[in-house]
């Protein structure tokens, strides 16, 4: 049921009226998923998502029952502003009165959108650790959803979010060492914040007042921009990654520019007790650096992004870290960058003590295609040919998984630089050749040809046909165009930060993946921009069917299980019926099979029995759902209804004997205050 507890403000710091703290001193084991918790982003270093425990089986998932909700921690500003009381449901309502209290607050002129409640919950020690899409950071009773503490560090106030994805977190990270225990996560307004877990309150000794400005000594950096297209500033959306006593912090840094000048997206690891640089990695090299020569015509000079704003994963034996890195700004038109660019859009690893580069494998050359490896590396040990192998796999937004030796970098597989279209839009030079994993084959359909249009009856194909005729297409990898070019998978994956699975027992690989696409047009900056770019992105014009009709053939979700001990796939299943899609008029009468479609960028769990994810309809009354999948043959086992549409990945821990599954959902209408639940067998 709904959690009420009340609420009492200390400085910036909230705790429950009468709730009592265990004392839980940090001296027994590492916190881990063998023991019931789940201590990171994707509940290990190795990104895997698995947890071993089998309490809930596919036998009795129908049976899960909602054990508490409680709601986002951005509920507590109706308390900053109103001095007191319960927390407020209505985000309209708290987001309304900070807007009519500065209106001009805000440098889109909006403001924040709390909806972006994508934090996948950690657990430790019987508490679950969140924060919200404002940047406040929560404690929650694992059995009940109590609120233990709640810290906002009242990053809302600089006004500034820098991101298409507006006022978004996916997490926080949690360490100790044995005797203290501290919470990190990353502000909207760039900085890094610890503070103490057991009560929420800043850490004196970390950064300044218990926080660290990540924009400081960062080139071009300026806090406050309120230059929607041009802001020099930039955010922290997803968790940093705690490794060896190192915080390491993503970033980022707007995609929707106008100028060529940007923020340069470099890596950076901090002291964990003091907040003090320990090294920085420029994904942007100098001169003199390894890789400055593929930034043609001084183009490193003014270039920016190339980041992680995804996850990260880390194996702490090798002492190696593992970073997804983004493309370059702006993302569409690289004429201004000749060259590979690297390390955009790359698999990078680094040295944890030094941030020194071990190796590197660059997934896409030149990006043109907002091609972000999306997702944290899963790492994972496999047997290829008799031989065992520690390696790395990278899912894409481009639908392959690109599959190293994580101590080498040698691909598992052989990578072939096969030549792709070139670029017709002036000033721009595509590269001639870009890098295709031979195995795994694609999880997700790559390109467009007429054979790949829906031809569900021929009306529709004609209809599809039509759509199509004033558009570039052609295989994965076509450049944008002024004409406007249709992209698939579009910028939205394919694969995404919902990321893959890992089971540790079989070496298989489980990922959900979205039929998208998308039409992507250059054209000349409009004179009021005053920009310096020849070209900017814009979609004006679609190829979308009326009544909502697909373009192109299902699934339009699916999930993908994939032995990566030999590269082939073992099964695909569209996710979710698609009533949506089958019951468009057009398409009713023909009874369509799944289609897919029902999924959102929720990511996958695995446990020692399922396979479990979760789906926006085929509950009751064809309401959002858990469902729980067989781990061998896909097939659906059970489902548990959800109280709203699932926005985080789910996880699973285990406390008082009992199992339970949590997950951040959006109750209808959207303008309620979104909850973390937590499901359990009865």
Known sequence: ????????????????????????????????????????????????????????????????????????????????????????????????????????????????????????????NGSLYVNSPASVGAALDAKTGAVRWVYNPKSYEAGTTTMSARWNQRGVAYWTDGTEERIYWGTGDGYLVSVDAKTGRPVPGFGVNGRVDLMEGVPRAKRGDRDYLNALTYSVQSPPLVVRDVVITPASISSLVSKKEQIPGHIRAFDVRTGKVKWTFKTIPSPGEFGNE???????SYSGKVTVWSMMSADPELGYVYLPTNTVAPDYYGG??????????????????????????????????????????????????????????????????????????????PMEERPVPPSDVPGERAALTQPFPTRPAAFEYQGVTVDDLVDFTPEIRAMAEKSIQAFKIGPLFTPPSTQGTIQRPGTGGGGNWSGAAVDPTTGRLYVPSRHAWAVNRVVPPEPELKSNLRYVQRQRGTAALPQGLPLFKPPYSRMTAIDMNTGAHAWMVPTGNGDRTRNIPLLKPLNLPPVGGDATLSGPLLTRTV????????????????????????????????????????????????????????????????????????
């Open 336 to 413: 201004h960058r000749l060259g590979d660019n690297l390390f955009a859009e790359s698999v990078l690893c680094l040295d944890v003590e030094t941030g020194k580069r071990v190796w590197h494998f660059q997934t896409v050359h030149h990006g043109l295609w907002d091609y972000d490896n999306p997702a944290a590396p899963n790492l994972l040990d496999v047997n290829v040919n008799g031989k065992p192998i520690k390696a790395v796999a990278q899912i894409t937004k481009q639908g392959f998984v690109y599959t190293f030796d994580r101590v080498t970098g040698a691909p598992v597989w």
């Open 294 to 300: 593929t930034w043609e015509n001084d183009s490193w």
């Open 1 to 124: 049921m709904m959690s009420d507890s009340r609420w009492r403000l200390i400085g910036v710091v909230v705790v429950v009226v009468g709730a009592v703290l265990s004392g839980r001193a940090q001296t027994g084991p590492v916190p881990s998923t063998s023991r019931g918790e789940w201590p990171t982003y994707g509940g290990d270093l190795a990104s895997t998502k698995y947890s071993p425990l089998d309490q809930i089986t596919g036998d009795n998932f129908a049976s899960l029952k909602i054990a508490w909700r409680t709601k986002s921690p951005d509920a507590s500003l109706s308390m900053t502003l109103e001095g007191g009381g319960e927390w407020q449901a209505d985000s309209k309502t708290i987001f309304g009165e900070l807007n009519r209290i500065n209106p001009k607050r805000w440098r889109d002129g909006q403001p924040p959108f709390i909806g972006n409640f994508k934090a996948t919950p950690l657990m430790v």
């Open 611 to 682: 396979l479990v994810h979760a789906l926006t309809a085929g509950g009751s009354d064809n309401g959002p759902r858990l469902v729980a999948y067989d781990k061998a043959t896909g097939k659906t086992l059970g489902s548990a209804d959800l109280p709203g549409t699932p926005i985080g990945t789910p996880m699973t821990y285990s406390v008082a004997g009992k199992q339970y599954i949590a997950l951040t959902v959006q109750p209808q209408p959207t303008g309620e205050m979104p909850e973390v639940v937590a499901l359990t067998l009865p």
